[in-house]
């Protein structure tokens, strides 16, 4: 996708750590956040939009 780790962690809400265990597999992401990456993967534009729409 081209973002950087902080940047990503932010997109999905998670600590950027908890990102970097998943990556290194000293940590396996839940099941809602499978889906969650699974719809990142899918459409990247749409989950931050919808996801970051309440924001001003």
């Known amino acids: 996708m081209g973002f950087s780790q ?3 962690a ?6 950027i750590r ?3 265990h ?3 597999g000293h940590r396996h992401p839940t099941d809602p956040e499978k889906v969650l990456l ?3 993967q899918a459409d990247p534009k749409s989950v931050a939009k919808n996801l970051h729409a309440n924001q001003v």
């Open 22 to 24: 998943w990556e290194q």
């Open 10 to 15: 932010n997109l999905i809400g998670v600590n």
């Open 6 to 8: 902080s940047k990503f």
């Open 18 to 20: 908890m990102l970097q």
């Open 38 to 40: 699974k719809l990142v």
